[in-house]
């Protein structure tokens, strides 16, 4: 899943160039080849699909030459992740009726990659055998309001366990009751099933979607213009609220992958490699002085940066944008963006 905007990565992240398509770590290689790199050690490249929307087709074929030129599809307006996932089921179920798909976001940092290799031929393992809907959980570090949490029901010497509740971004107070109660994990967003246990967890739970769906002939000349003519009417909701947090065949495997979403500047403080004063800094021209905790990026790799007296802030420069708040505001990001679209010209900055 590569359609996203990645409005908490702002002023980095933008419309024209949302941060699944840039390197964030500077490893030399974006976050889509770094996801394709992972997964292609198991998946052949004819059967590793990428949905994104249709103004990031050519994006997600100039750095992923190595996936057939079909299997990247655009979607044709933003509606969330249900009807991502739906439409990519279909089009694998055409193909393969009996096959067992994997999800995963294509903007997501996981260093511990052998794990995660272990823990996928479990999960196929366990979705190719049984009508389960699998999916990895990350023990959480902090009450953050930007993940999903997964309670599951602890069965001693079990690899997986059964989900008892799925909830969607919490406010504060919850996420901190999730983290002291010791039975959460935080929804990494990966799912593995087979497409027949997708589908009938759509006809369950979303019939009006999988009506709308079903009027598509796929992997046909026909297909693009009836996804341009259902997509206005269905409806724009989650994986997470449409599906899993409804159904009782949710299973969740709990991994330690070093894993991030790398959704917010303190997520990518987090795995940055720091100063003696802990600041993470990656440009040469910098002087900092009486600063502490500062995740600071400039774009402009020639310009000369003196700061001062900063403890715990984010310095962003873009060519268009400068960006200065407290690190433990990156959640209000998104706020600022759409407070800078009410600008004369405000689109511009995005």
């Known amino acids: 899943m590569a359609g996203g905007i990645g409005s908490r990565f702002w002023p980095l992240s933008t419309q024209k160039f949302p941060k699944q398509f840039q390197d964030i770590l500077g490893v030399g290689r974006t976050m889509i ?36 030129e079909q299997n990247i599809v655009g979607e044709p307006m933003i509606k969330n992740t249900a009807a991502c996932n739906l439409y990519m089921a279909n089009k694998i179920a055409e193909i393969n ?7 995963l976001p294509a903007d997501h940092l996981i260093l511990k990659e052998d794990v995660f290799l272990e823990k996928m031929e479990l999960a196929f393992d366990l979705a190719s055998k049984n009508e389960y809907l699998v999916t990895l959980g990350i023990t959480p570090t902090r009450p953050d309001t930007g993940y999903g949490y997964i309670q599951f029901v602890e069965k001693k010497g079990s690899e997986y366990f059964k989900v008892k509740t799925f909830t969607e971004k919490p406010i504060l107070e919850i996420a901190q009751s999730f983290l002291e109660s ?31 769906f079903m009027a598509c002939e796929y992997n ?26 409804k159904a009782k065949n949710v ?27 802990r600041n ?7 002087l900092t002085y009486n600063s502490k905790g500062n995740i600071i990026h400039i774009k402009n790799s020639n310009k000369a940066v003196v ?10 420069d873009t060519e268009k944008v400068l960006l200065i708040c407290p690190r433990d505001h990156d959640q209000l990001i998104k706020d600022y963006v759409l407070d800078l679209k009410n600008f004369k010209k405000g689109e511009k900055f995005m």
């Open 182 to 212: 010791g039975d959460f994990l935080w929804n990494a967003g990966i799912f593995i099933w087979n497409v027949k246990a997708i589908h009938h967890a759509f006809e369950a739970f979303l019939p009006e979607m999988t009506q709308h």
């Open 251 to 277: 299973y969740v495997i709990p991994s330690d992958l070093g894993w991030s979403d790398l959704g917010t500047w303190t997520s990518v403080y987090e795995n940055t490699e720091k100063d003696e004063n």
């Open 33 to 68: 080849q770094q996801t394709y790199d992972r997964i292609s050690k198991i998946i052949p490249n004819e059967n590793i699909f990428v949905i994104t929307n249709k103004e990031y087709v050519s994006l997600s074929h100039q750095q992923l030459p190595e996936i057939p």
């Open 97 to 103: 009726p009996d096959a067992t798909m994997i999800v």
């Open 307 to 316: 700061i001062d007296g900063l403890k715990d802030y984010i310095v962003v």
């Open 220 to 245: 046909s000349e026909n297909e693009d213009s009836c996804i341009e003519t259902i997509y206005p009417k269905v409806q724009k909701i989650s994986i997470d609220n449409g599906i899993l947090e």
């Open 280 to 286: 993470a800094v990656k440009q040469k021209h910098i």
